[in-house]
């Protein structure tokens, strides 16, 4: 089945700086790759997806980027801010008929005033 | 914005005990998921139902566990003999379909067994 490394673990940045998060999967018949965002306590919030037929995806401060070949995609947040501190899950759609996601092990982001 | 509803936010139970956790999905929607989450962790699909059937399940739901579809609204997860290992927040998510892209997850029920 699917495997999804995520990294960095953690990950603490200046306000307005950019943060990059990096995600590799291991089955080359995954075709969607959703991030979502978590706060303490609450329900996994989808931010951004991709599916495999594109390179990259921009939602204002957001982009997402797809290497099929490498099997890797990373998640771009530029200009950050306090309330981006979150925990952010990468995850792959397995190739079955239904939203089967695999998840990574998440990283937390902080974000200093 | 129509969202999915769960309930209860929060159970305590002993050990052994059967629990049985509660979602309604978004009206319109068709495919119903269950994903857990132990503290600090990742989430992690536990099984997909569609058309009153499980159409995938992983090895996390083993014979203790069972879902249900009893009525037009509401899809349960049942847990026949909790373990303290069971502890975990678990999320139900529906789809309209099965490749539409986002699930919509509720906002989760915190099972502590003690």
């Known amino acids: 089945g699917e495997n999804v490394e995520q990294h960095p673990s953690t990950l603490s940045v200046q306000e307005g700086d950019s943060a990059v998060i990096k995600c590799t999967y291991s089955d080359s018949a995954s075709n969607y790759f959703p991030w979502y965002k978590q706060e303490l306590g609450k329900r996994p919030q989808l931010i951004i997806d991709i599916r495999s037929n594109v390179g990259e995806k921009k939602d204002q401060r957001i982009a997402v980027t797809l290497n099929k070949t490498a099997k890797h995609f990373s998640l771009h947040i530029t200009e950050t801010q306090p309330e981006d501190s979150a925990v952010y899950f990468c995850a792959a759609k397995e190739n079955t008929g239904f939203q089967k996601l695999v998840f990574g092990t998440g990283t937390r982001l902080l974000v200093s005033p | 914005e129509p969202e999915v509803t769960q309930t209860p936010s929060h159970q305590v139970t002993q050990m052994g005990q059967e629990v049985i956790l509660r979602c309604v999905p978004i009206?319109?929607?068709?495919?119903f998921y269950w994903y857990r989450q132990i503290l600090g962790q990742k989430v992690e699909f536990l099984v997909s139902?569609?058309?009153?059937?499980?159409?995938?399940k992983s090895e996390i739901f083993d014979d203790q566990f069972s879902v249900e579809r009893p009525d037009g609204s509401n899809f349960t997860l049942k847990i026949r003999s909790t373990k303290l290992e069971d502890s975990a927040m678990y999320f139900c998510?529906?789809?309209?379909?099965?490749?539409?892209?986002?699930?919509?997850f509720g906002e989760g029920s915190r099972l502590t067994v003690l």
């Open positions: 998510a529906s789809t309209s379909g099965p490749n539409t892209g986002e699930l919509f």
């Open positions: 009206s319109n929607h068709l495919y």
């Open positions: 139902f569609y058309n009153n059937e499980i159409s995938e």
